[in-house]
């Protein structure tokens, strides 16, 4: 088949002329063709050859306004300031940070934190620091938990689930021995500080990865835990997960290792990603007491040849059990018909508690204590036994003192129900603290390519001592990317119940854009929900390659991903604000089409209309909604269109099927097309 129009070749079948947009028939055969001309070369990268005195740890020729931007970091760090970035996916925010944090802290005799979300994130440091290498001396290190770096337990059955805590008790427990001299030690720990010069060589010589410096360790006998704990007070840069910040007690261990236990100014602090942190923060301190971990603990009374006492007469068996019956009757008594959730204005729980059994509030506090107590016991007799888990008991002690220290405005507590039974759930939704932690710092870096509006970050976060807000434009040609909305589908879910024909257009409009260029694509939805929905249709009507992003089966999601990556006409199908849609790049041909379906807008939740109502009060009404739900929409759907361009080579286009998105098309330099399709097939001809 060959085009009318433009006169190019077609394969067989073609609905749509793939060249310049033309819709074929019958009559749009032609003896003509042409040929499409070669894609750029993609460049490489260009390291300098002496040292750049603008930017002294910069390892490669500036490009667009790094050398700016390097000069506003070091600027306020300097300063004792926090800077806060937003700068375009691709830019170079790790090397301009580690640049600019890296003539600082040598300057002042700081350590660089550098946060990341994923292990990849901290080996992508660990990699740009051995680019440093080559003009300066400078060490970095990856740091993960006991959980991927204990050798000694790896064999243990069911290793990848055991706890942290379980983990680090069954450590403390070998180590002792070793230290002691005594049978039953840790051959691995035993040999950490023989061998730790060899491995503080191999360390600052080839700046390994995380998984390559525990193989290092390991061919050597050696525990790479311990030796990083040894290793981490002489090195520049030290790349951790969030949660060796976000967890108190975490970060005071990391503290105790970096020697920085009481000068936190003595840390230099490096967000990447930085418009997780929030969440992640929040989350860190939400939890929830289930029903099955209420029953388990009252089973494991039932175990106990004689049941201690918490208060006075009372035992823990039945301490526990009128617990269990408090958070049942509450919910008898306040949950109507079909309702699932009430938020808990007060401390019903807690009140029914003491009266009850007759307490004061330091009563009921001195009574969980003695359950987490034996708890801890009960842990410590497992382990003994050969059983690596915690005990019910001392997990619902903690959750118990948590809850009752958890009724304050910072938290949204309530009782709710699924299909499992009763549950309470504390809600997180003003993370204070991290926000002392941040704040003991005299200056750090916070940095993303989606973190408008930046002012609400820092408020958000607590930060103080007049933070600096900068913003820097894309250095890639505009012209290399294109987003465009369509203006007759939305995903609204009131929309979508009073026309019942939406569904099937989006549908449609996802299987023609698919069909209509031979690139990879990702389609992105916003929830699991609607993807499986639209599964069979798709499956049904699309003969390409398609690959799915696999609802808590991160292992299969990664081998999806790394085939559909390997080819070149594929379709992958994910969620905004997943891994894909923030985690990974893809450079050149690994992906240059995205398909959005709908806006993400959280949906609405007793904690997201308390968060809302907390900004408008804080903030001035109609903040709330800004920041709880068009901010956060909008940041996964620019993650989502910043997955395709990496390099001043790379050429993508975005299509977001919702018209909602007329309101911030400005925001996300989109233009309305009644003809997505033949507007993809123009752009890639």
Known sequence: MFCSRCKSLMPPGSNRCRACGNTLGASDISCQSSLDGLEPKRQSVSYVTEENKAAPYLPYTPRGCQLETISDMRNALNDGRHIIIESGTGTGKTIMSLAAGLEHAKATGKKIVYLSRTISQSDQVMRELKAISRIKKVSGLTITGRNKSCPLFKGTKDYENLSPQILSMMCEEKRAKSIKNQAGGCRYYDRVKCSIDEIGSYVHTNFPTSDALDMFCEKMGVCPYEAKKLLMKNIDVVAIPYIHILSEDIRDNLMTNLDATDSPESILLIVDEAHNLIDAARDQESFTITTDLVNNAIDECNTMKTQPTVWEEVEIKDFLGYFKNSIRNVATEMLGLNEKEVVLKDDYIEQRMMAKFDMKPNDLEAAIERIMDFGEARTELLMQNGNNEVSHIQLLGVLMRDWC????????????????????SAKCIDPREISYFLNSIPGAIHMSGTLQPLDQYARVLGLTGNPKFMKYPSPFPPENKSVIYVNNVTTQQKELQTDPSMMERLEKYIVELCDAVDKNTL????SYNFMRQM????????????????????RKTMDNLATFRNGRNGVFFSVMGGSVAEGMDFPGDELCFAIIVGIPFPPPSSEQKAMSDMFDQR????????????????RKMKQAIGRLIRTETDRGMAVILDKRIAKYAKQLDAVPSDDPAGEAVRFFR
């Open 405 to 424: 220290t958890s009724a304050s405005d910072r938290f949204v507590r309530s009782l709710k129900v699924d299909k499992e039974g009763e549950y309470l």
């Open 523 to 526: 389609v992105f939805f916003t």
């Open 535 to 554: 599964r069979p249709y798709i499956e049904r009507h699309l003969s390409k390659s398609l690959y799915w992003e696999e609802q808590r089966n991160q």
């Open 619 to 634: 903030y001035g009404v109609g903040k709330g909604w800004l920041y709880t739900s068009e901010v956060p929409a909008m």
